[in-house]
């Protein structure tokens, strides 16, 4: 009955705005379309100048509603040098946003029909063309030159010595893995895939699984200043690891192997207390439409101290052990260094 | 049956020396024509384009609606709405819509309105109407072949909507619907038959797209009127051309993508799969490659931005300059711009696929081809600034649509800076900056120049006025309103807020913007209602519009506005009139009005373009 009435309504409001509307053409007929014209072209003109004020004023209270509610403190060192490139776009493109949207409806205003004013037949000028192609395509080779430098120092090779971490997307949850002790990642064949006992499935036959550190909720922990590099794979359809905190993003493709690394700068706690939000958490968000879970597959992230990470690390418990509780733990020595060096070509999920 | 109301066009003949007879012959066809040739399976490029606006029409209110439930369920996910369960049914019981559902509709308004609006519904209504109308043609090269245009569109369309209807919901993978979730019925519900249905009704859809585009481009090179040189044609007709090289060119991409992906959804290839766990079990398929389906897809993709930017942009430079009483300023360079926007359009695709783990390398170069395209886009917008610059500017509704798209066409393609720097991108990528850049640019922008186009052609259209007043409260409501839904997205974006979430409460770090995406939602509830005011008062005034006395009522200079007010089939009575000038002769002829049409010969001394 309500949404019958609301129906009823909403008739009844276009039915006065057509009257409106149809008895608007009554009195331009009335008063002479010439003179009614003449009147309503100046009061647009005007009203171009009032849109053009409370766009500006809009934008300036959107600013200050916005900017409380966003985290802008980048907690990565690659989150660092995008807000300082983020910054040098948004001034550039700022100034060229303000000065175009003001001339367009100041023009507008200025420029309303006289009809004493003859307009101004101004059909070319290579000289102004020539200047408004080279200033863009000279700001624009500042752009991608100052983008370019940030995006291949952020896409360089891991530095030597960063953490491994793997993370794999799947409908709707990550799953976390870390090398163990070797320091080394083991194969995995998706063929292994068991929801029951071998969730990334890893090849047993690799000694370098049998310490590896499995987390199925996707929970990873790093440390504060310690460069990480994320090995990123997908066991069903294209996700996406969007650490919207440090600033970085990267796809989980079945098949593919991806990367990405950074030096978290900030710990968990000391974001809590910077943001004055004791719930503070980086999150990990999938940033790749890949079905009905999509809005909810979350994972946290938490940057600590290399004590800290110890302690957590001393506590869990390899993937092998944990499906295989017959079997000894049994790790080969091997230096961590040494080993970084297998892992890459170790990654490929074909490797038998 | 076709063939008695065809004016013979299509028979291979030189632009002018036919022209003669055809208008002899034309008014004695008109009588024969019965309602179905007339209305249904016409000929007439002014039918067909009308056929494509109404269609076009259907669907942006069709797609309009969808996005209102999915901002209800954004703005206010806490809440039921019984309204969600008449419409929805099942899918949203009790009057809570299904995430399943949810993606179902993101999916479908997402393509409908960038295929079926915005490409057959611009392109096609406008390249249709002004192209025979403006060089001065009787009608397309082929009008059998138009009118099978319209009809693939439409079939395309009727699938497109069946499938909302089926036990599985529609596609929902999004409307790039990358595989291997839109190539795995295992992998959502919408990967079912709805993908089947989808993927047909595009195919369709590209062949209506490139029925029409080979039409408009041979029509165009062949069969100007006699006078109407290349560098005499309105920028409409340019943009148009460059629309239909841009389609041609890169949808039949997207059509071996969708056939592709119809061989690996079943005929058990491997195009796109490799190494895929679904369903408890192993998929045998190794060795495709997920992103080779985004290369094709956006290979179209990306070109189809500017399939969608370049009538509008077209339009909007005519419209600007009739109403601003000026010629356009840098008419070659706006040639050049358009040339320029066309070529590197091809070149700018893996721009949307910074973070597939492609070589950072390649990325590299696309950004800076990606950045390369900012500079003829601002050429266009200082060109346009300095048209109305000192000219004596009608606050027609048409001119206010004008104005509108270059203000958001600014605000729209500067963010586009942002998304293109793969630096920023890394950040940004598939965040409501997203949304609220393509939004404004590619979505609201181009539809301002779309409402523009309608406002300015419809007398020509149907020989009457579209009603003033309503045509003000749309542009004011829309236009606002476009502002206050897309603004603030850009901080949510900033924030980091991903796109195609079914709802944010869970989520520390984006949950504070609850209150924001109400405020969003009503607004585009504001804004959708805006939109069947226009709706009601384009129907309405087909038939109780304000009759058109003087067939040039804008006291525009080009040809469609020589031709009598309600034309024929053929366009013109007598003779083609033969052009003199070119089309932006904005100035005083001497007479007291400060316009010269095209086909007005030149006077002693003058320069005709």
């Given at each position: 009955?309500?949404g019958?009435?609301i129906l009823?309504?909403?008739g009844l409001?276009?039915?006065v705005?057509?009257?409106?509307?149809r008895?608007?053409e009554?009195?331009?007929?009335?008063?002479?379309?010439?003179?009614?014209?003449?009147k309503?072209?100046?009061?647009?003109a005007w009203s171009?100048?009032?849109?053009?004020?409370?766009?500006?004023i809009?934008?300036?209270?959107?600013?200050?509603?916005?900017?409380?509610k966003?985290?802008?403190?980048?907690a990565s060192?690659?989150?660092?040098?995008?807000?300082?490139?983020?910054?040098v776009?948004l001034i550039m493109?700022?100034?060229?946003?303000?000065?175009?949207?003001?001339?367009l409806?100041?023009?507008?205003?200025?420029y309303?029909?006289?009809?004493?004013?003859?307009?101004?037949?101004?059909?070319?000028?290579?000289?102004?063309?020539?200047?408004?192609?080279?200033?863009?395509?000279?700001?624009?080779a500042?752009?991608?030159?100052?983008?370019?430098k940030?995006?291949?120092?952020?896409t360089?090779?891991?530095?030597q010595?960063?953490m491994?971490?793997?993370v794999?997307?799947?409908?709707?949850n990550?799953?976390s893995?870390?090398p163990?002790k070797?320091g080394?990642?083991?194969?995995?064949?998706?063929?292994?895939?068991?929801d029951?006992?071998?969730?990334?499935?890893l090849n047993?036959?690799d000694?370098?699984n049998?310490d590896?550190?499995?987390i199925?909720n996707?929970?990873?922990?790093?440390?504060?200043g310690?460069p990480?590099?994320?090995?990123?794979?997908?066991?069903?359809?294209i996700?996406d690891?969007?650490?919207?905190?440090?600033?970085?993003?990267m796809?989980?493709?079945?098949?593919i192997?991806?990367r990405?690394w950074?030096?978290?700068?900030i710990?968990?706690?000391?974001m809590?207390?910077?943001?004055?939000?004791?719930?503070?958490?980086?999150?990990?968000?999938?940033?790749?439409?890949?079905g009905?879970g999509?809005?909810?597959?979350?994972?946290?992230?938490i940057?600590?101290?290399?004590?800290?990470?110890d302690a957590?690390?001393?506590?869990?418990?390899p993937?092998?052990?944990?499906?295989?509780?017959e079997?000894?733990?049994?790790?080969?020595?091997?230096?961590?260094?040494?080993?970084?060096?297998d892992?890459v070509?170790?990654?490929?999920?074909?490797?038998? | 049956?076709?063939?008695a109301?065809?004016?013979?066009?299509?028979?291979?003949?030189?632009?002018?020396?036919?022209?003669?007879?055809?208008g002899?012959?034309?008014?004695?066809?008109?009588h024969?024509?019965?309602?179905?040739?007339?209305?249904?399976?016409?000929?007439?490029?002014?039918i067909?384009?009308?056929q494509?606006?109404i269609t076009?029409?259907?669907?942006?209110l069709?797609?309009?609606?969808?996005?209102?439930?999915?901002r209800?369920?954004?703005?206010?996910?806490?809440?039921?709405?019984?309204?969600?369960?008449?419409?929805?049914g099942?899918?949203?019981?009790?009057?809570?819509?299904d995430?399943?559902?949810?993606?179902?509709?993101v999916?479908?308004?997402?393509?409908?309105?960038v295929?079926?609006?915005l490409?057959?519904g611009?392109?096609?209504?406008f390249?249709?109407?002004?192209?025979p109308?403006?060089?001065?043609?009787?009608?397309m090269?082929?009008?059998?072949?138009?009118?099978?245009?319209?009809?693939?569109?439409?079939?395309?369309?009727?699938i497109?909507f069946?499938?909302?209807?089926?036990?599985t919901g529609?596609?929902s993978?999004?409307?790039?619907t990358?595989?291997?979730?839109?190539?795995?019925?295992?992998a959502s519900?919408?990967s079912?038959?709805?993908?089947?249905?989808?993927?047909?009704?595009?195919?369709?859809?590209?062949?209506s797209?490139l029925?029409?585009?080979?039409n408009?481009?041979?029509?165009?090179?062949?069969?100007?009127?006699?006078?109407?040189?290349?560098?005499r044609?309105?920028?409409?007709?340019?943009?148009f051309?460059?629309?239909?090289?841009?389609?041609?060119?890169?949808?039949?991409?997207?059509?071996?993508?969708?056939v592709?992906?119809l061989?690996?959804?079943?005929?058990?290839t491997?195009?796109?799969?490799s190494?895929?766990?679904?369903?408890?079990?192993?998929?045998?398929?190794?060795?495709?490659?997920?992103i080779?389906?985004q290369?094709?897809?956006?290979?179209l993709?990306h070109?189809?931005?500017?399939?969608?930017?370049?009538?509008?942009m077209?339009?909007?430079?005519?419209?600007?300059?009739?109403?601003s009483?000026?010629?356009?300023?840098?008419?070659?360079?706006?040639?050049?711009?358009?040339?320029?926007?066309?070529?590197?359009?091809f070149?700018?695709?893996a721009?949307?696929?910074?973070?597939?783990?492609?070589?950072?390398?390649?990325?590299?170069i696309?950004?800076?081809?990606?950045?390369?395209i900012?500079?003829p886009?601002?050429?266009k917008?200082?060109?346009?600034?300095t048209t109305?610059?000192?000219?004596?500017?009608?606050?027609?509704?048409?001119?206010?649509?004008?104005?509108g798209?270059?203000?958001?066409?600014?605000?729209?393609?500067?963010?586009g800076?942002?998304?293109?720097n793969?630096?920023?991108?890394?950040?940004?990528?598939?965040?409501?900056?997203?949304?609220?850049?393509?939004?404004i640019?590619m979505g609201?922008?181009?539809?301002?120049?779309?409402?523009?186009?309608?406002y300015?052609?419809f007398?020509?259209?149907?020989?009457?006025f579209m009603?003033?007043?309503?045509?003000?409260?749309?542009?004011?409501?829309?236009?606002i309103?476009?502002y206050?839904?897309?603004?603030?997205?850009?901080?949510e974006?900033?924030?980091?807020?991903?796109?195609r979430?079914?709802?944010?409460?869970?989520?520390?770090?984006?949950?504070?913007?609850?209150?924001?995406?109400?405020?969003?939602s009503i607004?585009?509830i504001?804004?959708?209602?805006?939109q069947?005011?226009?709706?009601?008062?384009?129907?309405?005034?087909i038939?109780?519009?304000?009759k058109?006395?003087?067939?040039?009522?804008?006291?525009?200079?080009s040809?469609e506005?020589?031709?009598?007010?309600?034309?024929g089939h053929?366009?013109?009575?007598?003779?083609?009139?033969e052009?003199?000038?070119?089309a932006?002769?904005?100035?005083?002829?001497?007479?007291?009005?400060?316009?010269?049409?095209?086909?007005?010969?030149?006077?002693p001394g003058?320069?005709g373009?």
């Amino acid at each position: 009955m309500s949404g019958f009435l609301i129906l009823c309504l909403i008739g009844l409001i276009y039915v006065v705005l057509y009257q409106i509307s149809r008895s608007s053409e009554m009195v331009a007929t009335i008063q002479g379309e010439e003179v009614f014209d003449k009147k309503r072209n100046k009061i647009l003109a005007w009203s171009m100048m009032v849109v053009w004020a409370a766009l500006m004023i809009g934008f300036y209270y959107c600013h200050q509603y916005m900017m409380p509610k966003i985290n802008l403190i980048p907690a990565s060192d690659h989150g660092e040098s995008y807000e300082s490139m983020f910054l040098v776009t948004l001034i550039m493109t700022g100034i060229v946003f303000l000065i175009t949207q003001f001339l367009l409806f100041w023009f507008a205003y200025k420029y309303r029909k006289s009809d004493t004013r003859k307009t101004h037949y101004f059909a070319h000028s290579n000289k102004l063309e020539m200047i408004w192609t080279i200033v863009p395509a000279v700001a624009m080779a500042v752009l991608v030159a100052v983008g370019l430098k940030s995006w291949f120092k952020m896409t360089d090779p891991a530095p030597q010595g960063a953490m491994q971490v793997e993370v794999v997307g799947k409908q709707f949850n990550w799953i976390s893995r870390y090398p163990g002790k070797d320091g080394k990642l083991g194969s995995r064949n998706y063929k292994n895939i068991s929801d029951q006992d071998n969730l990334l499935g890893l090849n047993w036959n690799d000694k370098d699984n049998k310490d590896d550190i499995l987390i199925p909720n996707g929970e990873i922990h790093l440390v504060k200043g310690k460069p990480v590099e994320f090995i990123i794979g997908s066991r069903d359809v294209i996700h996406d690891v969007g650490l919207s905190h440090f600033r970085m993003k990267m796809d989980a493709v079945p098949g593919i192997t991806s990367r990405i690394w950074f030096t978290p700068t900030i710990t968990t706690r000391e974001m809590q207390e910077k943001t004055k939000n004791p719930n503070f958490v980086y999150e990990l968000s999938c940033d790749q439409m890949c079905g009905k879970g999509h809005y909810a597959m979350r994972a946290i992230i938490i940057v600590e101290t290399q004590a800290e990470f110890d302690a957590w690390m001393a506590k869990q418990q390899p993937y092998y052990v944990q499906t295989h509780p017959e079997a000894a733990p049994a790790v080969p020595a091997t230096t961590p260094a040494e080993a970084a060096k297998d892992t890459v070509k170790k990654l490929t999920m074909n490797n038998n | 049956m076709g063939n008695a109301a065809s004016i013979h066009t299509h028979e291979v003949h030189t632009h002018h020396d036919h022209a003669h007879d055809h208008g002899d012959h034309h008014a004695h066809h008109e009588h024969k024509q019965h309602f179905l040739t007339k209305y249904v399976f016409s000929q007439d490029h002014k039918i067909i384009s009308r056929q494509f606006l109404i269609t076009g029409i259907f669907w942006a209110l069709a797609g309009g609606l969808m996005s209102v439930f999915f901002r209800l369920q954004l703005g206010f996910p806490s809440d039921t709405f019984p309204i969600l369960e008449k419409f929805l049914g099942d899918w949203a019981r009790g009057g809570k819509m299904d995430p399943e559902i949810y993606y179902g509709l993101v999916t479908i308004h997402g393509t409908v309105l960038v295929f079926f609006v915005l490409t057959g519904g611009l392109s096609g209504t406008f390249s249709n109407f002004l192209i025979p109308l403006q060089i001065g043609a009787r009608d397309m090269a082929s009008p059998f072949l138009n009118m099978l245009s319209y009809w693939f569109f439409a079939v395309a369309g009727v699938i497109m909507f069946c499938s909302l209807y089926i036990n599985t919901g529609p596609a929902s993978g999004g409307w790039t619907t990358y595989p291997p979730l839109s190539a795995l019925k295992e992998a959502s519900m919408g990967s079912g038959l709805g993908m089947d249905l989808w993927l047909i009704s595009m195919a369709l859809f590209i062949v209506s797209s490139l029925l029409g585009g080979l039409n408009y481009i041979v029509t165009i090179l062949n069969m100007r009127t006699k006078g109407m040189s290349m560098k005499r044609l309105p920028l409409t007709i340019w943009a148009f051309l460059f629309t239909a090289v841009l389609g041609v060119l890169s949808f039949p991409v997207l059509l071996s993508a969708a056939v592709l992906l119809l061989f690996d959804r079943h005929a058990g290839t491997s195009f796109y799969i490799s190494e895929v766990f679904i369903a408890g079990k192993a998929l045998p398929n190794i060795g495709g490659s997920a992103i080779l389906y985004q290369h094709l897809f956006w290979f179209l993709g990306h070109p189809e931005v500017y399939i969608i930017m370049l009538p509008a942009m077209g339009m909007a430079s005519e419209i600007l300059s009739t109403h601003s009483r000026k010629p356009i300023f840098g008419y070659f360079a706006m040639i050049l711009s358009m040339i320029g926007i066309t070529v590197l359009a091809f070149l700018v695709w893996a721009h949307h696929m910074f973070v597939t783990g492609m070589s950072p390398f390649l990325g590299g170069i696309f950004v800076l081809l990606t950045l390369l395209i900012a500079i003829p886009s601002a050429v266009k917008v200082f060109n346009w600034l300095t048209t109305i610059w000192r000219g004596n500017i009608r606050f027609t509704v048409p001119m206010c649509f004008g104005l509108g798209f270059v203000s958001l066409f600014i605000s729209g393609g500067l963010t586009g800076l942002f998304l293109g720097n793969s630096a920023l991108d890394i950040h940004l990528h598939d965040t409501y900056f997203v949304i609220a850049h393509f939004h404004i640019v590619m979505g609201i922008s181009a539809f301002f120049g779309m409402f523009a186009g309608i406002y300015h052609w419809f007398p020509k259209m149907y020989g009457r006025f579209m009603n003033n007043t309503m045509g003000y409260i749309h542009f004011f409501i829309t236009f606002i309103g476009s502002y206050v839904i897309f603004w603030p997205m850009h901080y949510e974006g900033i924030a980091g807020m991903p796109r195609r979430y079914y709802e944010y409460g869970a989520w520390e770090s984006f949950k504070q913007f609850a209150e924001l995406n109400q405020m969003i939602s009503i607004a585009a509830i504001v804004v959708f209602f805006a939109q069947i005011l226009f709706v009601f008062n384009y129907f309405v005034s087909i038939w109780k519009g304000k009759k058109l006395t003087d067939p040039n009522p804008w006291n525009a200079n080009s040809l469609e506005w020589t031709a009598p007010i309600h034309p024929g089939h053929g366009n013109w009575d007598g003779e083609i009139p033969e052009v003199h000038r070119w089309a932006y002769d904005y100035k005083d002829d001497g007479n007291g009005n400060d316009f010269i049409p095209q086909h007005i010969p030149l006077r002693p001394g003058e320069d005709g373009h």
